[in-house]
Structures are given as structure tokens and as C-alpha cells.
């Protein structure tokens, strides 16, 4: 299983661009990478996938490095509303199981 | 309406008892899955499935069980419930061969 680390918390100002690091050092061949987003008492809610290099959407970029050994969400121009708990999520697509490691996830919060 | 349904949101019952949380999705995906939630923890998996014939267990089975109706339906059991069940539950459904999941609302159990 790829197991992932995260750092605890982190703070930011509005305005200000958020990067999460997530590490995953026994990342396999067919693992992509995914984040979610949790607010209190609700659901994670998928903010994006990749498996390689830049991948960007209208929330969020994530890179990758080469060796794929860590990935970092990058949120830019944060608002309060962007308070929550992000989840790196390492996950394996072999077709004899679906093992998905979730990371303890980073604690963010947004200040005035 | 929401895509992924959990019912009930919110139950208390007493150690010993037989409890089911029941999950239905409209998103018509093959995958399904159960996780717990723990204050301040990550999410850790029960039960997942691919298809309707197809159950498996995840990190944390021990004193679950789970039931595929249908392809939209998911149910997870406690056959007998102890304190330490206490804790947020998650459904998630996603599409085949990819790991983008969409999370149900939740349902918070409180054993006493």
C-alpha cells in the first residue's frame, strides 16, 4: 500500500496561493494521485486527479515530479471559504483489489 | 437531488444492538464504498464493491458487514454494536477503472 504523509496544518491569508505537499515514496507504477476537500460533519469532496507532470482544472494545479514520489495541490487566491481539511489520496488500480490509503490530511485555515 | 444518499444521517443506539446504515446512488456507478471517520482522523475503509457480485474488505471489516442490493444500493451492518463503532460513516461511489469519488453526506452513530 502507498501510504502518504501530509503536514498537519497550515495557514494562509486571502488572496495569498496555498500548496499542500503530499509524500508518497512507494508510490506504484499504476497509482494516480487525488485530493479532496472536507468541511466539518460533510463528505470529502474530489478536487482533482493526476498521475503525472501538471495537471490543472478551475480550482486547483497539481504537480508532479518525474519520480513521482510527492505531488503538491496548489490553490490559488484562497478565500475563507477554502477553510477545510485536503486529503492526498494514493490509490491502486489493480483489478485483485482496490486498496486506498488515505493520508491524516492538512488542516488549512484561511485568515482575513 | 443529491447523487449518493445516506439514511439515516443521525442514529444513537446501545451496545448490543444490530444497526444498518443503507447507501443508495443515482450516478450509476459500479464502485462502491463504505469508510469510518474518526474525530480529527482520516477516513479509513470498511467494505468496498465492484458490482453487485463483487464485496471486499478494506482496512477496518472486523465487526461489519455489508450487502450489495442493487447497483445503486449499499447497505453496511452492525450485527452487534459496541462503543467504539462510534463515528462517522461515509459512502462514496465512483466510476470504473478510476478514483475520483463522490461522498454521500454521512451518517453519524453513537453507540452507548
Known amino acids: 500500500l502507498a501510504k502518504t504523509t501530509q503536514p498537519i496544518s497550515m495557514d494562509s491569508y486571502e488572496g495569498q496561493e496555498v500548496n499542500i505537499t503530499c509524500s508518497h515514496n512507494?508510490?506504484?507504477?499504476?497509482?494516480?494521485i487525488t485530493w479532496y476537500q472536507q468541511f466539518p460533519s460533510q463528505g470529502p469532496r474530489f478536487i482533482i486527479q493526476?498521475?503525472?507532470t501538471k495537471v490543472t482544472n478551475e480550482v486547483a494545479s497539481l504537480f508532479i515530479p518525474a519520480d513521482r514520489k510527492s505531488s503538491t495541490l496548489s490553490l490559488p487566491r484562497v478565500s475563507l471559504s477554502d477553510t477545510a481539511v485536503y486529503y492526498c489520496?494514493?490509490?491502486?488500480?489493480?483489478?485483485?483489489?482496490?486498496?486506498?490509503?488515505f493520508g491524516g490530511g492538512t488542516r488549512v485555515l484561511v485568515k482575513p | 437531488d443529491a447523487d449518493v444518499t445516506q439514511t439515516p444521517r443521525n442514529r444513537i443506539t446501545k451496545t448490543g444492538k444490530r444497526i444498518m446504515l443503507e447507501c443508495s446512488q443515482t450516478?450509476?456507478?459500479?464502485?462502491m464504498y463504505w469508510y469510518r471517520q474518526d474525530p480529527g482522523l482520516g477516513l479509513r475503509l470498511i467494505y468496498y464493491?465492484?458490482?453487485?457480485?463483487?464485496?471486499n474488505k478494506g482496512e477496518i471489516s472486523d465487526g461489519y458487514s455489508v450487502s450489495r442490493q442493487a447497483q445503486a444500493k449499499f447497505s453496511l451492518s452492525l450485527e452487534s454494536a459496541i462503543p467504539n463503532q462510534t463515528a462517522l460513516y461515509f459512502c462514496?461511489?465512483?466510476?470504473?477503472?478510476?478514483?475520483?469519488?463522490?461522498f454521500g453526506p454521512g451518517t453519524r452513530l453513537t453507540v452507548l
Open positions: 462514496a461511489t465512483s466510476e470504473a477503472d478510476r478514483v475520483g469519488q463522490f
Open positions: 512507494n508510490i506504484a507504477t499504476n497509482d494516480y
Open positions: 493526476g498521475y503525472k
Open positions: 489520496l494514493v490509490a491502486t488500480l489493480k483489478a485483485a483489489g482496490n486498496k486506498l490509503t
Open positions: 450516478k450509476g456507478h459500479d464502485r
Open positions: 464493491s465492484f458490482d453487485v457480485k463483487d464485496i
